[in-house]
């Protein structure tokens, strides 16, 4: 009896027992479609937004960063393989997505294919969007040149003619940057005028050939000049090439075509060899020595250290203007020599007589008669200082007079062959070309 009641009490304690909670159900693992909205999601995210930070450097972290993204996890080596399940995602950019194998083991090609083409897309639509942009501004811009250049060489006058162009080019050079196309045209014009008004050997001593010369080219075709935005705007690489699936993803420029193109442009930036450089040198005054005629001779704000001003302005019977420069300075307590008939040494097989030198007073007078056959579009007045390079048609050299007291009288007529500065009042009223 007492079995029987043992038996009662387990069995209703097996009844009150608790039962045990259910574990909850795991959530079934992703079709086929959704991991494939998932990939396409990063695709198009990949191509909207900046290049993630794990692509920097190197290509393996890149693919994985994208599949962390769509949702796989890199070391789970059972994960499906894309090219599985999906469609040519995008068969214009990954051309090569059917030569993939399907299985697992493969995943990461498929995903390399997909980070790849999603960046290549991003980077080649930017660059396009961007030349577009930069060929229409070039456009603008020569078009804007030619009608300038159009109303420049209708001016008669070289001066004005001439200080137009470069002020233009000025203007140019600060507003368009853009080193290929107008730019160029722009500095081939300026020495070609230059040229043209016999004003060549201007062109090289006011140094007008530009700074950036050597980076200066004319624009190709327009494919050329896309192909060649884009490798300015530095293609996308990685340090761990090998990682790069470049066979499967479409390639808008080849490593070829790369090279062809650069050493092009190279070539073609060749101003620094078809301009000449700022080399040439014009002569001054010297004080003991008449220049000879037909020498062409700089006439600066002061000439022998004597200051010059315009003393008169007048026309010739020819008609041409003529500006009457004269100066006079007084210098006390110099050393002033004349020769002696004693032979100092022999030079040359000739003598050389030696010197006798005391201290004393020099004056120098400067005289320029300055014939203007073209005429600045600023005229030069009485009192002005003007600046100019000249050819000399006369000249002769006086000194009268002997020491302790010596007069020095320079007189020259010359041409001008152009002007370079009018000062009026310690101000600069024209100033023609320099750069």
Not at 96 to 104: E, L, V
Not at 386 to 397: C, F, H, Q
Request: some cysteine; glycine content about 4%.
């Amino acid at each position: 009896m007492r079995g029987v009641w043992l038996a009662v009490l387990v069995s209703l304690g097996a009844a009150c027992a608790p039962a045990e909670t259910p574990r909850p159900a795991l959530p079934p693992p992703p079709t086929d479609a959704e991991l494939a909205v998932r990939i396409m999601r990063t695709y198009h995210d990949w191509q909207t937004a900046p290049r993630p930070q794990a692509c920097a450097v190197h290509f393996a972290a890149c693919t994985d960063a994208f599949m962390r993204q769509a949702g796989f996890e890199p070391s789970d080596l059972g994960a499906k393989n894309p090219r599985s399940f999906m469609q040519n995602p995008d068969p214009e950019w990954i051309p090569g997505w059917d030569r993939i194998p399907p299985d697992p083991g493969h995943r990461h090609l498929a995903f390399a294919a997909l980070a790849h083409a999603s960046i290549m897309r991003s980077f080649f639509t930017a660059c396009r969007r961007d030349f577009d942009a930069a060929d229409l501004a070039r456009a603008e811009e020569a078009e804007r040149l030619r009608r300038e250049l159009v109303e420049i060489d209708k001016l008669e006058n070289v001066y004005a003619r001439l200080g137009r162009l470069v002020t233009y080019r000025r203007e140019v050079k600060r507003r368009f940057t853009d080193p290929v196309g107008p730019r160029y045209a722009m500095e081939l014009a300026v020495f070609e005028r230059f040229s043209k008004s016999g004003r060549g050997f201007l062109y090289e001593l006011q140094h007008q050939r530009a700074e950036d010369a050597a980076f200066i080219r004319p624009a190709f075709t327009t494919d050329e000049e896309r192909d060649l935005f884009c490798i300015d705007a530095g293609i996308p690489a990685w340090g761990d090439a090998q990682s790069v699936p470049a066979a499967l993803v479409a390639t808008p420029i080849s490593a070829e075509r790369i090279l062809v193109l650069t050493e092009q442009a190279r070539k073609a930036r060749d101003l620094e060899a078809k301009l000449p450089a700022a080399e040439r040198k014009i002569a001054g005054l010297h004080g003991d020595q008449a220049p000879e005629k037909g020498a062409q001779i700089f006439v600066d704000k002061e000439v022998l250290g004597t200051p010059l001003t315009v003393a008169q302005v007048k026309e010739a019977k020819d008609g041409v203007l003529v500006l009457e420069l004269y100066g006079k300075r007084t210098e006390k307590d110099v050393t002033v020599c004349k020769a002696t008939d004693k032979i100092e040494k022999i030079e040359d097989k000739k003598p050389v007589y030696a010197e006798e030198c005391k201290k004393g007073e020099r004056t120098r007078e400067v005289s320029i008669a300055v014939r203007l056959p073209e005429r600045p579009d600023v005229v030069a007045q009485k009192g002005d200082v003007v600046t100019l390079i000249a050819t000399v048609t006369k000249a002769e050299l006086k000194t009268p007079s002997a020491a302790p007291k010596v007069h020095v009288v320079h007189k020259l007529e010359v041409d001008a062959v152009h002007v370079l500065e009018i000062w009026r009042d310690r101000l600069l009223v024209a100033d023609y070309f320099v750069q």
